[in-house]
């Protein structure tokens, strides 16, 4: 089961234990894992690491860390691919409340699947999606 969708930075954060990350945030990740239940990233999330590490931004090795979540036995990461469902969820989100690419379509994903999202974005924790943090 599918407990919540995790924006860039929030995977990002909690695959290095970084304290940035709140820990009512961390809780929806830890809690997922123990129940056996997942926690999906958008695949735009990791176009966003791989433009990230080329800026400089994160490092390049986040990405390999990333799939190697992806990939791993543990299961606690999946990854929910851009289809025409989420393209439609995003219809229904104000491009003026959420105006960057990318955060519209990690939004649309979480609308799609009727779960939170993970995030620390104040124009999307301010959207009216619902929102951990």
């Known amino acids: 089961m599918i407990a ?7 995977v990002i954060w909690y695959l290095y ?3 940035r990350l709140t820990a009512k945030a961390r809780s929806v990740f830890d809690d ?3 129940r056996g239940d997942q926690v999906t990233i958008s695949s735009i ?3 966003e690491i791989v433009y990230l590490g080329e800026k400089g931004r994160i490092s390049p090795a986040t990405l390999t860390l990333t799939l190697a979540e992806l ?3 543990t299961g606690l990461l999946t990854e929910t691919p851009v289809d025409r469902q989420i393209v439609v969820a995003m219809s229904r989100i104000e491009r003026t409340g959420i105006p960057d690419l990318p955060d519209r379509i990690i939004g649309a994903t979480a609308l799609h699947l009727a779960v939170p999202l993970i995030s620390r974005d104040g124009k999307i924790r301010s959207s009216g999606l619902t929102t951990i943090w």
């Not at 919540?4 to 929030?10: G, P, Q």
């Open 71 to 73: 990939n791993s036995v």
């Open 45 to 47: 999330t990791l176009a």
């Open 32 to 34: 997922a894992a123990q």
């Open 4 to 10: 919540a969708v995790a924006d860039t930075h929030a």
């Open 17 to 19: 234990g970084d304290n």
